[in-house]
């Protein structure tokens, strides 16, 4: 399983930043080349959170574990 990481950076305060884990149910057959590649997915999840900037973003393979931001 291809997970995606997105680092958030709020708008308001653009040092403020995150990661967080990109929860998508059509993410589930993304492969590694599309999620590299910025898969298309992730425009519209953004769409979903318009008080943050995307800032970057990374693909993992297996279970990631949450550690700080």
Do not use: Y
Not at 18 to 35: G, L, N, P, R
Not at 47 to 56: G, I, S, T, V
Request: hydrophobic residues 45%; glycine residues 4%; charged residues 15%.
């Amino acid at each position: 399983m291809i997970k995606i990481i997105a680092v958030l950076c709020s708008l308001s305060s653009p040092t403020n930043c995150h990661e967080q884990i990109v929860t998508i149910s059509d993410f589930a057959d993304v492969s590694m080349q599309s999620c590299l590649m910025g898969a298309p997915q992730l425009a519209e999840w953004m769409n979903q959170h318009p008080a943050e900037r995307l800032a970057a973003w990374r693909c993992v393979v297996g279970k990631q574990d949450r550690r700080g931001a």
